[in-house]
Nanobody
């Protein structure tokens, strides 16, 4: 099983980034996929989740209206479109299938001027 995140980087406040997570080694389309984030000294926070068919999504209040989670089951990939980024969005972002305990290694997102 592998989950590989990409797309992180340094962006100015108000900017956008699109994270991608490519999965392999399990039946991707049958699992809820999630994006979490973590900053040093803080608990990992659920950012967004998406059902297996991609029809049901949920978001943390702090990102509603700014972030969009989506998936392409043909490509075994889950995305996180992040718009109107704020400095408090700075974190390492992880994708995961938490019901199976599958996690990627994370990608750093830094929002700073």
């Amino acid at each position: 099983v592998q989950l590989v995140e990409s797309g992180g980087g340094l962006v100015q406040p108000g900017g956008s980034l699109r994270l991608s997570c490519i999965a392999s080694g399990f039946s991707f389309s049958t699992f809820v996929m999630t994006w979490y984030r973590q900053t040093p000294g803080k608990k990992r926070e659920l950012v967004a989740s998406i059902g297996g068919a991609g029809r049901v999504t949920d978001y943390a209040d702090s990102v509603k209206g700014r972030f969009t989670i989506s998936r392409d089951n043909a490509k075994n990939t889950v995305y996180l479109q992040m718009n109107s980024l704020k400095p408090e969005d700075t974190a390492v972002y992880y994708c995961g299938a938490p019901t199976r305990g599958y996690w990627g290694k994370g990608t750093q997102v830094t929002v700073s001027s």
